[in-house]
Each structure stands twice: as C-alpha cells, then as structure tokens.
C-alpha cells in the first residue's frame, strides 16, 4: 500500500471543476493520522482506512467527507 511521506507535497482536485486544485505538505504522521498544511493552515487528519485498503493507498479527506467530496490519495 502507498503511504503518506512527511515532507512530500500531494494535489487533489474538484470533481466538478478540473481547475480547482487544493495542494498540501506532509509535516507529521502516526499510524492512524497525518498532519498537513496549505501554507496557511496546519490541519490533523485521519486516513480512511476502508477506502484505503480498498485503493491500496492511503486516503484522507481535508475538507470534510460528503457527496462529491474530494479526497487526498498518497
């Protein structure tokens, strides 16, 4: 399974708008939680581990889980 590296940068976009692109970093994780930042933000988030095993690679979702949500994958 892809994990999450501390210090890597990962991209995720809008399903509805392919040019809204949100960008995060890595700054910290355990196990279960990764710590991200935009720059501006730092925020904890927990992996998804069911859609997770499930893409083989881990899944977070930083601005709330929802119908159309969009999701940072490793």
């Known amino acids: ?17 392919h040019n809204c692109i949100w960008t995060y970093t890595v700054t910290a994780r355990t196990a279960q939680t990764i710590t991200i930042t935009d720059g501006k933000n730092v925020q904890k988030c927990r992996i998804d581990k069911k ?4 893409r083989n690679t881990e899944t977070v979702y930083p601005l709330g889980k929802y119908s159309m949500c969009p999701s940072l994958t490793a």
């Not at 399974?1 to 940068?9: A, R, S």
């Not at 859609?51 to 499930?54: F, R």
């Open 51 to 54: 859609i997770s095993e499930y």
């Open 1 to 17: 399974m892809k994990k999450f590296e501390v210090g890597k940068t990962y991209n995720m976009t809008s399903i509805c708008d």
